[in-house]
């Protein structure tokens, strides 16, 4: 009975209730994001009509991804000031600088962006080669990657505006967006891929046509919500705007961190890539669909940590500390046990999972390998992600770069390169080292929270 009143009383409980208030859409947006990226690899793992093997293509899409988030990572840097801005201004109903900041934001994120595109797009096979695709796999993606690296100017914009209405609460407009979006991805994908209905069979090219179109309908959907006066941010995207150089240092005084904590992460994930491409395609491709499984096994950390960022930031901005302490508390809470549940589900399900992606026999035993360690990984790494995320509400951004730092590189780039040539131990060993990196990293993040030095920072406005 205790037992009892105590879960009661922690689902009545109004920390909880907000927490989960802002956190439950973007835990659906992101899950459904994830879930739907699983059955896009699905489709393509599945695809046997092309001139390549089916973990060519599934190979090829884990190549692309890593310039693909690369450059993700720079936009949504300025997501991160932009959603601390946001939440602090609105925390104080400061409401008349809620829209300069969103348009400050969207002009700095293009700036960053275009370039970056155009380059990937230059560069394409110097690019692949660089990240140790084999042959097939380069050429199995050819257009594939030039549809998805043209989309990802709609996905920057996206995300950039979706970290904005975030930042003052407004979780389920993104949500309803992206599902829109992600749904007609799989339709048009199942019908492109494969040749359904009057639809032509264009194998991955099909995939990256669904994912473009997907992309354009979300940014405009965003867009068209902060314009139409339903968001408390009221934007008029054609009303000319004075540029501040002051409130622009003051967006990359917090998002620059989160640039340097992600492109660390990214290098460290290209050298680790590059470690595991070494051992051939197969394994590539078990790696690959290990990944996005791992993609998906985090949301519920991600959400939870843009809710704690989200609700830091407001509160730190109405002058509660204490509140803001209880805010990132409850989601670490809610992440640990949401992780312990994610744990025990690849353990028992570890030899099963490879048969959703791939008819490979050599590929789906090897995928149960990385999902042994998945399942230990995920309790550290989803409360990691909650207390970074309110760490950043607070404009703590640098400490975050620092631990993904050292860990990646020092412990899974480090021990991968120990773990795969010298002791032989193959994928195993390459995901043992991300065990080892979530581990460290967590301690690093739980032990700066636990100091509470985040909660005396101060963000003058602009």
């Not at 993700?72 to 300069?100: I, K, M, N, Y």
């Not at 609700?311 to 508390?329: C, E, H, N, P, Y």
């Amino acid at each position: 009975m205790p037992f009892k009143l105590k879960q009661v009383s922690l689902i009545k409980d109004p920390i909880s209730r907000q927490v989960m208030h802002i956190a439950w859409p973007i835990l659906v947006e992101v899950t459904f994001a994830s879930l739907f990226g699983m059955i896009n690899l699905i489709m393509v793992g599945k695809y046997e009509g092309g001139s390549f093997p089916s973990a060519a293509y599934v190979a090829a899409i884990g190549m692309i991804n890593i310039p693909f988030f690369f450059i993700l990572a720079f936009v949504q840097s300025v997501g991160v000031g932009g959603t601390t801005l946001l939440a602090r201004a609105f925390g104080a109903q400061e409401l008349d600088r809620l829209d300069p900041i969103l348009k400050h934001v969207v002009l700095m994120g293009l700036v960053l962006v275009v370039p970056l595109i155009v380059f990937v797009l230059s560069f394409q096979l110097p690019i692949m080669r660089f990240l140790g695709a084999q042959n097939d796999a380069i050429q199995a993606s050819m257009i594939y990657y030039r549809l998805v690296m043209v989309g990802l100017f709609f996905i920057s914009l996206t995300s950039m505006v979706s970290a904005a209405i975030r930042g003052v609460g407004e979780t389920k407009a993104p949500m309803r967006f992206n599902l829109l979006a992600n749904g007609l991805n799989i339709i048009i994908g199942f019908c492109l891929i494969r040749g359904r209905f009057f639809f032509p069979e264009l194998g991955i090219v099909g995939a990256g046509i669904a994912t473009l179109v997907a992309n354009i309908i979300a940014c405009g959907l965003m867009f068209w919500y902060v314009a139409s006066g339903k968001s408390v941010i009221q934007v008029n995207w054609f009303k000319p705007f004075k540029f501040r150089l002051s409130l622009a240092k003051q967006i990359l005084a917090i998002g620059l961190p989160s640039a340097g904590e992600q492109m660390i992460l990214r290098t460290g994930l290209l050298l680790y890539t590059q470690i595991v491409a070494s051992m051939g395609t197969v394994i590539m491709a078990a790696h690959q669909i290990a990944l996005n499984i791992l993609s998906f096994s985090f949301t519920p950390g991600m959400a939870l940590g843009i809710a704690a960022s989200a609700l830091v930031g407001q509160s730190l901005g109405a002058g509660k500390a204490d509140m803001a302490d209880k805010f990132g508390r409850r989601s670490s809470f809610f992440a640990l046990l949401i992780g312990l549940m994610m744990g025990a589900f690849f353990y028992l399900l570890r030899h099963e999972i490879g048969y959703w992606y791939n008819s490979d026999p050599a590929v789906i035993r090897a995928v149960s390998i990385p999902l042994s360690l998945m399942a230990i990984t995920a309790p550290f790494q989803l409360p990691q992600l909650t207390e970074a995320g309110a760490l950043r509400g607070a404009g703590d951004t640098i400490f975050p770069m620092i631990s993904t730092g050292f860990s990646v590189i020092a412990v899974r780039v480090a021990l991968s390169y120990l773990f795969v040539y010298y002791l032989g131990w193959g994928l195993w060993g390459a995901w043992l080292a991300v065990f080892c990196d979530q581990v460290v990293r967590s301690m690093m993040i739980t032990i700066r929270y636990q100091r509470g030095k985040w909660k005396t920072i101060e963000i003058k406005p602009d």
